[in-house]
Nanobody, 113 residues
Framework: QVQLVESGGGWVQAGGSLRLSCAASRSRISYMGWYRQAPGEQREVVARISSSGSTNYADSVKGRFTISRDNAKNTVYLQMNSLKPENTAVYYC?????????WGQGTQVTVSS
């Protein structure tokens, strides 16, 4: 079992920045990533990063969001810049290890116009 604990969500005005963190309880997680779910919408991928550092992003966040990870701390980060109201959602940390998927409890991000 792997526990994922997110932090760093909150409220920010449009154009502002937030940094999300997600600490995993175990190491050797192949892929880590961030997903989000807005009210009435399906959960969607925001960004993912492999254990070697390869990344991919949703088109809507490219150039504004940056995902990174510290393998020594079993932690993944999401730096979100130039935030827009449409980025408002609950953001979930995801981890994939030994063919199992793990999710954090979610952290609310609210961007006001």
């Amino acid at each position: 079992q792997v526990q994922l604990v997110e932090s760093g969500g909150g409220w920010v005005q449009a154009g502002g920045s937030l940094r999300l963190s997600c600490a995993a309880s175990r190491s050797r997680i192949s892929y880590m990533g961030w997903y989000r779910q807005a009210p009435g919408e399906q959960r969607e991928v925001v960004a993912r990063i492999s254990s070697s550092g390869s990344t991919n992003y949703a088109d809507s966040v490219k150039g504004r969001f940056t995902i990174s990870r510290d393998n020594a701390k079993n932690t993944v980060y999401l730096q979100m810049n130039s935030l827009k109201p449409e980025n408002t959602a609950v953001y979930y940390c995801h981890g994939f290890r030994d063919y199992d998927n793990y999710w954090g409890q979610g952290t609310q991000v609210t961007v006001s116009s």
